[in-house]
Nanobody, 125 residues
Framework: QVQLVESGGGSVQAGGSLRLSCVAS????????MAWFRQAPGKEREGVAA???????SYAESVKGRFAISKDNAKNSLYLQMNNLEPEDTAMYYC???????????????????WGQGTQVTVSS
């Protein structure tokens, strides 16, 4: 069983930066994907970035060049560095994990079975 807890959200002006963290307990190293999703008011849940057990990453086109996903296996932690934030990035951000997953990580929420409680990111113009 995997438990995920996010932190690092907050309010920032457009052009600013935030770094989100996700601490995992009961971490499974075998063929695991970890990802960040977000959901804005009135919109569907959207995949933002994902990373597999080998460090291969996937990004939504809207955040490429601005966001970077990384992990620290020793600390069982996942991170999302968000730069050049835009008002459109405003959303609740969720950490997610999928076990027994192979290949390039997907940004489809149905693939992920473990979820954190979310952390709010608000970007003002």
């Amino acid at each position: 069983q995997v438990q995920l807890v996010e932190s690092g959200g907050g309010s920032v002006q457009a052009g600013g930066s935030l770094r989100l963290s996700c601490v995992a307990s009961g971490y499974i190293t075998r063929d695991i994907w970890m990802a960040w999703f977000r959901q804005a008011p009135g919109k569907e849940r959207e995949g933002v970035a994902a990373i597999d057990s080998d460090g291969l990453t996937s990004y939504a086109e809207s955040v490429k060049g601005r966001f970077a996903i990384s992990k620290d296996n020793a600390k069982n932690s996942l991170y999302l560095q968000m730069n050049n934030l835009e008002p459109e990035d405003t959303a609740m951000y969720y950490c997610a994990a999928a076990s027994d997953s192979w290949g390039r990580p997907l940004l489809r929420h149905g693939v992920y079975t473990y979820w954190g409680q979310g952390t709010q990111v608000t970007v003002s113009s």
